[in-house]
């Protein structure tokens, strides 16, 4: 199963939303990098470094970012991962919900593009 | 730390209290994109199939909701959509319709407790998939 990693300048926000997406899609594996390593507002590389090695379950893994530096530092780990690592690929999306449809995906089994393709369509996405 | 949640918590599990009032879509709301038929649906049943194929199997349902079709229960029909993959489902609602196999056109419909809300289903296993998403639609909140 696709593993996914949300990005955020706060741990709240990124423990929530990941914790909304747990209920939502269940099953899916979604762990949270949010904020500093020492639990302030901002990113850090390390934590998402580690994120991604626990949400990884062998069929990759997809960072969803909020904005921002959270886009800036996924990028730098994604370009600095092993060439042998896993797949790992980024997603264009709004925060939650991408998350949520991703969620939902990569419950089902989908696999790492088509994840990221669920992500990016809730651009798409009214509301109302 | 398994940030991923297997199954619902029995705490803080999500709830949708508000009354159904305001949650009415706007009148001045304007057809959403999800209105547009799903990417996988078939042809229109006027195409004349050929003399040996059988026609698709197609289903229909109406059901009245119990709760609001609000995200848990989108979740769980987008997951069960899933395992129908050789069919065409689409739910209904106010005269908007959504790929049930997408969550977020799902609740995009805002259907409330107490609507009607129509299950079409088109292709193989038509009438199992309406089955399955009915009893979704249908059960009481857990």
Not at chain 1, 25 to 52: C, K, M, N
């Amino acid at each position: 199963m696709v593993g996914i990693v949300l990005v955020s300048h706060s741990p709240a926000l990124a423990e929530g939303a990941a914790e909304l997406v747990g209920q939502i899609a269940g099953g899916a594996r979604v762990v949270p990098a949010g904020g500093t390593e020492d639990g302030r507002l901002g990113t850090s590389t390390r934590l998402i470094v580690d994120a991604i090695a626990k949400a990884d379950q062998g069929a990759g893994v997809l960072v969803i970012p909020d904005l921002g530096s959270s886009v800036l530092s996924a990028r730098a780990v994604i370009a600095d991962l092993d060439p042998g690592a896993p797949p790992v690929a980024l997603a264009d999306a709004p925060f939650v919900e991408g998350a949520v449809a991703a969620g939902v995906a990569a419950s089902i089994g989908a696999d790492l593009s088509a994840v990221a393709r669920a992500a990016e369509e809730a651009r798409d996405a009214r509301k109302l | 730390m398994p940030a991923s949640s297997e199954g619902p918590a029995t705490a803080g599990r999500l709830q949708n209290t508000e009354p159904p009032e305001n949650t009415e879509p706007p009148a001045t709301a304007e057809p959403p994109e999800n209105t547009e038929p799903p990417a996988t649906a078939e042809p229109p049943a006027t195409a004349e199939p050929p003399a040996t194929a059988e026609p698709p199997a197609r289903a229909e349902r109406a059901v009245i909701l119990p709760k609001h079709l609000h995200a848990r229960p989108a979740g769980l029909i987008a997951q069960a959509a899933a395992r129908y993959p050789q069919t065409t489902i689409e739910i209904v609602a106010d005269g908007r319709r959504a790929d049930a196999r997408s969550i977020l056109a799902v609740m995009a419909l805002g259907a409330v407790a107490g609507s009607e809300v129509l299950v079409r289903t088109a292709g193989a296993q038509a009438d199992g998939a309406t089955a399955t998403v009915v009893a979704i639609l249908t059960a009481a909140e857990d």
